[in-house]
Every structure is written in C-alpha cells, then in structure tokens.
C-alpha cells in the first residue's frame, strides 16, 4: 500500500480537501475523494486488479493515484463539479 495524496485547494471562495489513497494489493483500487467540511461530495475509484504481476506494480500504481489525483483537482478547477457540489451543500455555497 502507498502513501496517498492529500490537497487543500480553494475553489470560489469555498474550501475543499481532496484524497487519493491505495487499497493495496488485497483490494487493488486507488480512491479519490473530494471533501468540504468532512463530507464527501464527489470520489473517483480504479480497480488494478490487472497490474498486480507487473515487477514495477508500486511505480505503476503511483503514477495511477497521480493522475487521479491530479484529474480531480482539474474537474474542481474547471468548474465541472460545481452543479454536484450546488447540489450537495446548497446552492448559496459558493458566495457572490
């Protein structure tokens, strides 16, 4: 199992934190989470289950989590989870 990411980022004034950790290989999957305020609002979840004889699995598996990771704080950026995020907390969440 590999250590995961972990990132603060504001969006719109409103503060988010988002995870991606490995299951390991007992259950092959990365998970990434969004979060505000402990509550999950948004998670991304790939299975490696077709990695796990490659020599190199922990350097693969990292690069996976990295481009997840990366991928989430993009969709946050962009705006794409804006309407969920509306959605979840309400639409007056993001001020102005």
Aim: glycine residues 10%; without cysteine.
């Amino acid at each position: 199992m590999l250590t995961g990411y972990n990132t603060n980022i504001g969006h719109q004034g409103v503060n988010f934190h988002i995870q991606t950790e490995d299951s390991g290989r007992q259950r092959p999957h990365i998970m990434t989470h969004i979060f505000h305020g402990g509550t999950i609002l948004a998670s991304e979840k790939s299975d490696y289950s077709d990695l796990l004889e490659s020599e190199s699995l922990e350097a693969e598996v990292k690069v996976l989590m990295e481009a997840q990771h990366k991928e989430m704080l993009r969709r946050l950026s962009r705006g794409d989870l804006d309407t969920l995020i509306g959605e979840r907390l309400g639409a007056e969440v993001f001020p102005g």
